[in-house]
Nanobody, 126 residues
Framework: QVQLIESGGGLVQAGGSLRLSCEAS????????KGWFRQAPGKEREFVAA????????SYSDSVKGRFTISRDNVRNTVDLEMNRLNLEDTAVYYC???????????????????WGQGAQVSVSS
């Protein structure tokens, strides 16, 4: 199975930046659209960003568009999330996920993702 491991979480002041990285391994681990989701305390998990297999297509939630950038390196088999101008609403556990192989289009629906990382805590302080 595909294994996803997030890294780079931590505590950041509002207005600051943080970069998350997701390392993937396993059979055909590069052949998936990959995305980032987050879950704040007491809230449902929500879509953050996704990137196609080629890296040419990306999608962002309205709340992070213009502030976050998703990228991937299919040689290193990593997916990164550069987070800029962080605010208190960005505090959450961030999850890396790989989309189901049968779905070609980029999806913001967590039900369309088959593999998940363990999560990385991002805390933004005022």
């Amino acid at each position: 199975q595909v294994q996803l491991i997030e890294s780079g979480g931590g505590l950041v002041q509002a207005g600051g930046s943080l970069r998350l990285s997701c390392e993937a391994s396993g059979r055909a681990s590069t052949a998936f659209t990959k995305g980032w989701f987050r879950q704040a305390p007491g809230k449902e998990r929500e879509f953050v960003a996704a990137i196609s297999v080629s890296g040419l297509l990306t999608s962002y939630s309205d709340s992070v568009k213009g502030r976050f950038t998703i990228s991937r390196d299919n040689v290193r088999n990593t997916v990164d999330l550069e987070m800029n101008r962080l605010n208190l609403e960005d505090t959450a556990v961030y999850y890396c996920a790989a989309q189901k192989a049968t779905i070609r289009a980029i999806s913001a629906n967590e039900d369309d993702y088959a593999y998940w990382g363990q999560g990385a805590q991002v805390s933004v302080s005022s």
